[in-house]
């Protein structure tokens, strides 16, 4: 398949990286379907999208009405509904194995044979999560970064089996949606980006576990001494710390205690109001 061929988009979950890669891709021109297991999924990350575009239209960041941006989207939970005229899907779907061989193994079957089937996942073996197809070599990893409205980044990554012609035009879909591509040739955990951001999430992690500083006095070093835009606790509650657990949990890492704590009572990062920081009872980090 060649970028021309692509003409509709499905985008496989409605959260913070789901809404924001459907933006991203409504933003550039192209038809795209979100799709989420649950209606309120859906809705609330279809609100989300609303709301980032009206903020962009009183920017004067667009060109286009929201409203027109708008009606390039639809939304759905039926899986077959979003996939099958699909030429492009992006799964972007939790970070478990087990999860993503679901979804891909259904894709195999929903879409139509020439159809690129990428994975948002920000760690996860893109050749392991290709076993569940009988098209490997048209499986490819395309790691957005949070929030992908922002972020410019992408990390076009090879399984073992992805075709050239696969991975090559994956890079230049990235570019038509005005991002900047990089091509990952070695399928490791965490790629190029986290394979350097994980031991700063981790160390961090445990240093708090043991008692060796506190939740702000590391934030506030990373930021005020070191230069950072934020810090490892303020980074974790923006991306959810959820992810980086299961992250972790997959590639059978050791879990730093704090970690465990916030996971534990559901207290993951801004999506659910507090985190390492209180969000609406509190002022945040």
Known sequence: MTLDAIDRVAVLGAGNMGHGITEVVALAGYDVTMRDIKEEFVEDGYEDIEWSLEK??????????????????????????????????????????DIK???????????????????????????????????PERVVGMHFFNPPVKMDLVEVIYGQETSDETAETTYEFVESIDKT??????????????????????????????????IRETDATMVHER??????????????????????????????????????????????????????DGDGA
């Not at 139509?112 to 948002?120: C, K, R, T, V, W």
């Open 101 to 135: 061989h679901d979804i891909f193994s259904d894709l195999d079957e929903m879409t139509h044979d020439d159809a690129i089937l990428a994975s948002n996942t920000s760690s996860l073996p893109i050749t392991e999560i290709a076993e569940a197809t009988d098209r």
């Open 56 to 97: 962009l239209a009183e920017k004067g960041r667009i060109d286009e009405a929201p409203a027109e941006i708008l009606d390039r989207i639809d939304t759905t939970t039926d899986l077959e509904e979003a996939t099958e005229d699909a030429d492009l899907v992006i799964e972007a779907a939790p970070e478990e194995m």
């Open 181 to 214: 591509p990089i091509y990952v040739r070695k399928d490791v955990r965490g790629f190029v980006v986290n394979s350097v951001l994980g031991p700063f999430g981790d160390e961090a992690g445990w240093m708090v576990s043991n008692d060796e500083a506190t």
């Open 227 to 280: 230069g950072y835009p934020m810090g490892p606790f303020e980074l974790g509650d923006l991306t959810g710390i959820d992810i980086g657990y299961h992250v972790r949990k997959e590639a059978g890492q050791p879990v730093p205690p704090i970690v465990e704590e916030k996971v534990e009572a559901e207290e993951l990062g801004q999506k659910t109001g507090k985190g390492y920081y209180d969000y609406e």
